[in-house]
C-alpha cells in the first residue's frame, strides 16, 4: 500500500513520526504475520522540498504536490496549531492553499484520503467532507463548525469512516488513525503492532476531552453552559434555565443546535459526565454520592449515562 503524507511548514512533528513509525513496524512484521499482505510503502509530498515541524523536526519531500495520482491513501496530518485562529492563518497561507489545490485533484474513487486533528481542517477546506460525519480536534469544534458548516463532528469517537475518507481527533488520535489504516488491511496485523508497540485500544475521544463549550463564541451557549455548570446538582429543564439567563426555550434550543451540533440536554449529559469523571478521578467519593453531586437519585442512572455517552472508563471500574 503506497501512502503519502502531504505536510506543510510547522507541521506537528511526533504525529507524523508515530504514524511512520507504525506503518514501519508493520513493514517488518508483515512476511512473518501474512507475507500475502502487499508491502507498505511511505512517501512524503510538500508544497517545497524541505519543511521543518513546529518543533523543529525536519522533513525532505520525496514527492511534489503534484505527484498524488498513484497513492493508495493521502494522508493530512495535524498543522502544529492549537487555537482556532493560529489553525485558519495556517489554511490560508500560501502553502496550505497549495495543499487544498493539490487534495481536490486527487480522485477520491482511487486514492483514500485521511486526517487527524488540525488536518482534517485542510480536507474540509477542500470541500470533500461536505455532507459527511468526521472527527477533530474537541478543543476546535466551534470553529470547525463555523468554517464548515456542511460538514457533521462525531465529536466522541477517536476515529471516524465516512466514505472514502478517515479522519481522528486530537493530536495523538494518529495513532489511533494509523492503527485504523492497518485494521483495513489485517486486522492480525494491526493486533500485532498494538501489542509490540504497547498501544492500549481508545475508541472514545470524549474520556480524554473537557466539554469546555466557553470556546464557542455564542453568548446564549456561553451563558447557558455557565448556569448549568453551577448548578448539575438541580433537575434539569431546559425552559427554567433559559428564564434564568434571559431568554426563551426555543432560543436556547436553536443556539446550541446551530453552534454544537447538541440539544440543550445533550450539553447538560456531557458537562456531569465530565464532572463525575474528575470526581472520580480525583475524591473518594462513592459512586452513589458522585451521582447525586451531578443530578441523578442513583449511581445505576449515571452508568447507563456514561455507558451511552462515552463506553471507556465507567464500565472497567468495580464499583
Known amino acids: 500500500m503506497r501512502t503519502g ?77 492549537i487555537t482556532g485562529p493560529a489553525t485558519e492563518a495556517a489554511l490560508d497561507t500560501e502553502s496550505g492553499q497549495d495543499i487544498v489545490r493539490a487534495i481536490r485533484r486527487v480522485d477520491a474513487t482511487r486514492s483514500r484520503l485521511a ?60 495513532i489511533d488513525l494509523a492503527l485504523a489504516i492497518l485494521c483495513d488491511v489485517s486486522p492480525q496485523l494491526t493486533d500485532h503492532v498494538r501489542r509490540l508497540l504497547l498501544i492500549d485500544e481508545r475508541p472514545w475521544q470524549s474520556a480524554y476531552a ?15 453552559e455557565a448556569y448549568v455548570r453551577e448548578h448539575l446538582d438541580e433537575p434539569f429543564d431546559t425552559a427554567h434555565v433559559a428564564r434564568q439567563i434571559g431568554t426563551n426555550r426555543r432560543t436556547v434550543e436553536r443556539h446550541t443546535r446551530q453552534t454544537l451540533d447538541l440539544s440543550p440536554l445533550e450539553i447538560v449529559q456531557r458537562l456531569r459526565v465530565e464532572r463525575a469523571d474528575y470526581l472520580r478521578r480525583n475524591t473518594n467519593l462513592t459512586t452513589e454520592d458522585i451521582a447525586r453531586r451531578v443530578g441523578y437519585t442513583n449511581a445505576e442512572t449515571l452508568r447507563a ?15
Open 115 to 174: 486526517a487527524a486533528c488540525t488536518g482534517v481542517f485542510l480536507l474540509a477546506e477542500t470541500g470533500m467532507l461536505d455532507g459527511r460525519m468526521v472527527a477533530t480536534s474537541w478543543f476546535l469544534t466551534a470553529t470547525f463548525r463555523s468554517r464548515y458548516p456542511e460538514v457533521s463532528i462525531d465529536p466522541e469517537r477517536m476515529v471516524v469512516a465516512d466514505g472514502p475518507t478517515l479522519t481522528a481527533g486530537a493530536a495523538f488520535a494518529h
Open 5 to 81: 503524507f502531504v505536510v506543510q511548514e510547522g507541521f506537528f512533528g511526533s504525529a507524523v513520526a508515530s504514524m511512520l513509525d507504525i506503518l514501519v513496524v508493520a513493514e517488518a512484521v508483515r512476511p512473518e504475520i501474512d507475507p500475502s499482505i502487499p508491502p507498505f510503502e511511505v512517501v512524503v509530498a510538500a508544497p517545497q522540498p524541505q519543511v521543518t515541524s513546529s518543533s523543529g523536526m525536519t522533513m525532505i519531500a520525496t514527492r511534489s504536490l503534484d505527484e498524488l495520482d498513484d497513492l493508495d491513501l493521502i494522508v493530512l496530518p495535524a498543522l502544529g496549531t
Open 305 to 319: 449515562l456514561r455507558r451511552r455517552v462515552a463506553p471507556r472508563w465507567w464500565d472497567r471500574r468495580v464499583m
Open 210 to 224: 473537557s466539554y469546555d463549550l466557553r470556546h464557542n463564541h455564542d453568548a446564549i451557549v456561553t451563558a447557558f
